[in-house]
């Protein structure tokens, strides 16, 4: 469980530069990958075995903790290696594993109860029956979405599940988890850790005749000042979350951990932010406020670590723009001052080549001189940042000369002139680089505090006593008998300062207890010898449980094992695998209002769903099945919770709705916004309570059959329509500049409106009453031609999402998925592909 801190402070690490770096900044945990497959960040370096080992040891001798993150979905054949890496990990050392997958967690768990769980924010918990759920499966950890607000996770404390909350670093536009962006746009999945991150690329806003919506110049709407001239073209990209002055809060709110995003990050930056926040938690957990001085001096070296400027906004409960970054998504570093003056210095002329009668080459290029007046602070190698303001798309970088106080007025050469005004910013701190290689090329990271006892007494062995000063543990040594000196007698001084002497080893003397008789002689190397052997028995000491864990522990298990234990666990809970008949295959549809409901019944659909806030509005015909939502926070209990009912079906989109369906006794059937990609989910569920699936679209052809074959209820796939892309706290509507603050009344929102991304693909969005944003793929996907092998695995329902849809673009939609089965069923192929449709990734697997 968390470290012994009342708050603990999780760093990322990519590789052993950046864990290093963690562990000399001072976290009390670090999560790192092991190998390259199963993490969320699977272009991180991450660590080979080897590697890794050495890590977990150096963490383990400074008292921190390790975790490895295996926070993606799983395919069914991949079982077998992810569970290997997980014992190998665990024998290397790891404390923790953080999971997303609920089949991978429910193996972890059979098999080795032993090892501590983490479930992922990927995972998507953000409410107390969510949290209870997987506290009822043996989560040992939660982490909840970053969505949440202070009063929330107030609440969920009070569930006795450890929480863990991010604290600082990027924020994802989507809600974790249920981001499909990057897959739908190529072969990259954010829920395989590959995610390609398109929510920071431009967009623009496109009205319902193909025009482009006018978005207000950036220094409205509470963005930044500094940027004026600039249009909002990152409509999906959020400022970095800093909590930075949210500590005392967090912890008496009942938060356990405070998580620092950033395992895609340099050394230097996971140095400089997990060092300021280990002095601010330092401070709070002494009682004491940060002096202004030192408030300033943690926020300096925070703006100076990548970042695209801070917001505190889910915290709070907000959601607005001032949480987003929309005219620009790089680093913006810390602003220092402005141009005052610039002037050209002269053009030169480089000459390249020409020897042995090779052809001369020349460059032309100029050099001029900024004259920059500070407002903050630089060194001497600070990288600066010099945007113009009537065009920051012509910026430059210059480099600081020397170390300048704020006030001063400095000069750098830049390759051009820059207008006087131009904002300038450090981006790269030249002392958090040198602070981070230091540490890179240290033998010891962090070392551990000690007390340190010493018994000199005639005629006794002389003793070494180490004890760690948070407890942990403890060590003896003894060596020679201590005699009487025959020359001058050994003082205490003596053995201070050369029991201290413990120099590149792992532990740091911070007391001495010396008992010392009058007239004692000894060697000193004699003295060293013992020293030596006690820092040995504390490091056998505090790594002695790590070594022990191979004993008693099952061995993983291979892909037949997996299928013999799933089959076991069937009959445990009564699930038997279908024997489906073509009279059960239905045509089913997803509406946004009661006329197209009709027309979806009246074209052949045999099931048909609605979002819940649409069924509280019109007079809809009987039979309507609940869509509800993939976000359920506290406040979403009440709108949602009333169509949960006995005996019915439901379409459930997180842990939190299926806990409760299954406590009622409903028939939840899974949306495929919550994973499932291989058998062991699929068993995990069902065993929970699933009384159906739908299938996930980043899944292959093969992948959804096989499935299908395995499942002991009813398998669903969505065969024609647009994808669900992402879905959003904050509005992606109020770039423009409207928000009135009311979404019921908000005319914006009944709009058709677009983002027209840099391949000039429409993307449609949509803003529910609640304020939350949904955004669909560009194309419609089109598996109807597939539905004679999917008819044969045993997909049973067939979804048209006809959520963009007319009534009559509907009728449409229902009579092609309706005519592709009714071919099926008598053995014939389907009508081609819709053209201009996609297949998705029925023939291109995620990586």
């Given at each position: ?17 950046s864990f ?38 150096s ?63 990927q ?10 759920w ?73 009205d ?41 809060e ?9 998580k ?10 996971v ?28 926020h ?76 903050q ?25 020397r ?23 450090v ?40 004890a760690?000063?948070d ?6 040594a ?52 013992v ?12 790594l ?25 666990e ?158 959003s ?9 409207k ?56 997909v ?52």
């Amino acid at each position: 469980m968390a470290h012994k801190n009342v708050i603990e402070l999780l760093a990322p690490a990519g590789g052993p530069e950046s864990f290093n770096a963690a562990l000399a900044a001072g976290a009390d945990a670090i999560y790192c990958g092991l190998g390259s497959s199963f993490n969320a960040r699977r272009s991180a370096d991450n660590f080979d075995d080897e590697g890794f080992a050495a890590a977990c040891r150096s963490a383990h001798l400074a008292g921190t903790r390790v975790y490895v993150t295996i926070n993606v979905a799983v395919a069914t054949d991949e079982m077998p290696r992810l569970l290997r890496l997980v014992r190998r990990a665990w024998l290397f050392g790891a404390d923790a594993f953080i999971i997303q997958d609920w089949g991978v967690f429910s193996e972890v768990r059979r098999l080795w109860p032993q090892i501590e769980t983490h479930i992922s924010t990927q995972a998507n918990i953000h409410d107390a029956r969510g949290v209870a759920w997987c506290r009822e499966r043996g989560a040992d950890r939660v982490t909840l979405s970053r969505e949440l607000s202070l009063t929330e996770i107030r609440r969920i404390a009070r569930e006795g599940v450890e929480l863990e909350c991010f604290g600082h670093g990027a924020l994802c536009f989507c809600y974790s988890g249920v981001c499909m962006m990057s897959s739908l746009a190529g072969d990259r999945s954010a829920n395989r850790g590959l995610c390609a991150q398109p929510c920071r690329l431009p967009y623009e806003l496109i009205d319902e005749e193909g025009r482009m919506v006018p978005i207000p110049d950036v220094g409205t709407a509470g963005m930044a000042e500094t940027m004026r001239g600039v249009g909002g073209t990152r409509a999906l990209c959020p400022k970095d979350y800093c909590l930075v002055d949210h500590i005392d809060e967090m912890i008496l709110a009942g938060v356990g951990s405070l998580k620092v995003e950033g395992r895609m990050k340099a050394p230097d930056y996971v140095y400089q932010v997990v060092s300021a926040y280990r002095r601010a938690i330092d401070a709070s957990i002494a009682g004491r406020a940060l002096s202004d001085e030192e408030s300033g001096a943690v926020h300096r070296q925070l703006k100076r670590a990548f970042n695209r400027d801070f917001t505190d906004a889910y915290l709070l409960g907000l959601s607005d723009n001032r949480m987003m970054s929309y005219e620009r998504s790089n680093n913006r570093g810390e602003v220092v001052g402005e141009v005052v003056s610039g002037r050209k210095l002269e053009d030169l002329v480089e000459r390249r080549g020409g020897g042995n009668g090779g052809r001369t080459r020349m460059r032309r290029f100029s050099r001029a001189e900024v004259t920059i007046r500070l407002t903050q602070p630089v060194g001497a190698g600070d990288l600066l940042e010099v945007r113009p303001v009537s065009d920051p798309t012509q910026f430059l970088t210059v480099t600081a000369e020397r170390d300048s106080k704020a006030s001063e007025v400095i000069c750098a050469t830049a390759p051009r002139v820059m207008e006087a005004g131009a904002i300038v910013r450090v981006i790269r701190s030249q002392a958090a680089l040198a602070a981070a290689a230091r540490v890179a090329k240290a033998d010891v990271q962090r070392k551990r505090p000690v007390y340190v006892r010493v018994v000199a007494r005639l005629g006794q062995p002389f003793v070494v006593e180490l004890a760690c000063v948070d407890g942990e543990a403890a060590a003896r040594a003894e060596g020679f008998v201590v005699e009487e000196a025959k020359t001058r007698p050994v003082g205490e001084d003596d053995l201070v300062a050369h029991v201290g002497r413990m120099g590149g080893g792992p532990f740091e003397p911070v007391s001495y207890d010396v008992e010392l008789d009058d007239g004692c002689g000894m060697g000193f190397s004699a003295v060293h010898k013992v020293r030596a052997e006690a820092v040995r028995a504390l490091e056998e000491a505090l790594l002695a449980g790590y070594a022990a864990r191979e004993e008693g522990m099952a061995k993983a298990p291979s892909e037949y094992a997996i299928a013999a234990n799933l089959e076991a666990e069937r009959a445990d809970h009564g699930l038997e695998l279908r024997s489906v008949g073509i009279e059960e295959t239905c045509v089913c549809a997803l509406v946004t209002d009661s006329a197209c409901a009709r027309a979806a019944f009246a074209a052949g659909a045999a099931r048909v769903y609605a979002a819940v806030d649409d069924l509280a509005a019109g007079e809809w015909p009987q039979g309507v099945i609940p869509w509800l939502d993939e976000v359920c926070r506290e406040a979403d209990h009440d709108r949602l919770d009333q169509h949960v009912v006995a005996g019915k079906p439901c379409a459930v989109g997180n842990m939190s709705e299926l806990a409760l369906a299954a406590e009622l006794g409903a028939a939840p059937e899974i949306r495929s916004c919550v994973p499932v990609h291989n058998e062991s989910c699929l068993v995990t569920l069902e065993a929970a309570g699933a009384a159906g699936f739908w299938l996930s679209h980043e899944l292959t052809l093969e992948q959804i059959c096989e499935l299908a074959r395995r499942s002991s209820v009813p398998v669903g796939l969505m065969v024609y329509g647009r994808e669900r892309a992402m879905t959003s706290e904050h509005c992606v509507l109020q770039v423009m500049g409207k928000c009135i603050h009311d979404c019921a009344r908000c005319p914006q929102r009944k709009r058709r409106l677009s983002l027209r991304n840099i391949e000039g693909k429409l993307l449609p969005v949509r803003t529910d009453i609640n304020g939350r944003s949904r955004i669909w793929a560009a194309q419609v996907l089109d598996a109807t031609p597939e539905s004679v092998e999917l008819l044969a695995a045993g997909v049973t329902r067939f979804l048209a999402d006809c959520t963009l849809l007319d009534e009559a673009e509907t009728r449409q939609a229902i009579a092609r998925v309706a005519a592709a089965l009714d071919a099926a069923r008598v053995g014939k192929r389907p009508a081609e592909r819709e053209a201009g449709a996609t297949s998705g990734h029925l023939y291109a697997p995620i990586k």
